[in-house]
């Protein structure tokens, strides 16, 4: 069963899941086109994807960033801002908008 809504309004204005959001958006739209490429996408997956080799090797430290905006498709990409729509709100809320920055980025 998936969330239509919470039962509990936050105080303040989201601004940062809003701001998560619209970078989601973008990035994934900039890629979308080619998920049909397997050239292009396993180019996009290996340059902004988390690779445990390269981060053990000493390279692409940036990949815990980058993988976060990364998604396998459609549904993955509609999931994830339907939860980050539903809950973050909340979330934001109750560790402030720079605290809730941190814990999205795993800081």
């Known amino acids: 069963m998936l969330p239509i809504r919470d039962q509990n309004p936050s105080g303040s204005i989201p601004y940062i899941t809003y701001a998560l959001m619209a970078a989601n958006i973008l990035i994934f739209l900039g890629y979308v086109g080619d998920m049909e490429n397997a ?3 396993n180019n996009i997956y290996f340059t902004g994807g988390m ?7 000493g390279e692409g430290f940036y990949t815990f960033i980058s993988s976060i905006f990364l998604h396998g498709g459609w549904m993955h990409f509609i999931g994830n801002m339907w939860f980050l729509f539903v809950f973050g709100d909340n979330v934001e809320d109750r560790f ?3 605290g809730y ?4 980025l795993g800081f």
């Open 51 to 57: 690779v445990p080799e390269r981060i053990s090797s």
């Open 101 to 104: 920055l941190l814990l999205y």
């Open 39 to 41: 050239r292009v996408i």
């Open 96 to 98: 402030g908008h720079l």
